[in-house]
């Protein structure tokens, strides 16, 4: 079964760091393009950057752009998002997600299960 598992979520707070990671299971990343989705409570899942599978291309929604940074190692089959200067309105349940087009629209294949991102003070 081909999953996506996400970590390095929890809680911090505002003005703080995360760095999340997200591995593949049954398959490996560099066959894909990646994106990293958050859902807060009572809001609908949005895009926050994607990756292409290559790395040469990357995009931000502009609530994250200038603080967090997507990134890949194919080598180690893993993508990351470093998330600086978080702020209370990044709370939310953050997912990954393969697929085979870079794109802050939810047209991905593979989901993993999310991790859970807390700022707070």
């Known amino acids: 079964q081909l999953q996506l598992v996400e970590s390095g979520g929890g809680l911090v707070q505002p003005g703080g760091s995360l760095r999340l990671s997200c591995a593949p299971s049954?398959?490996?990343?560099?066959?894909?393009?990646i994106g990293w989705f958050r859902q807060a409570p009572g809001k609908e899942r949005e895009g926050v950057s994607c990756?292409?599978?290559?790395?040469?291309?990357?995009d931000y929604a502009e609530s994250v752009k200038g603080r967090f940074t997507i990134s890949r190692d194919n080598a180690k089959n893993v993508v990351y998002l470093q998330m600086n200067s978080l702020q209370p309105e990044d709370t939310g349940v953050y997912y990954c997600?393969?697929?085979?087009?870079?794109?802050?629209?939810?047209?991905?294949?593979?989901w993993g299960q999310g991790t859970q991102v807390t700022v707070s003070s």
């Open positions: 997600a393969a697929g085979w087009v870079a794109s802050m629209n939810a047209n991905y294949v593979h």
């Open positions: 990756i292409t599978k290559s790395g040469g291309f990357t």
């Open positions: 049954g398959f490996t990343l560099d066959d894909y393009s």
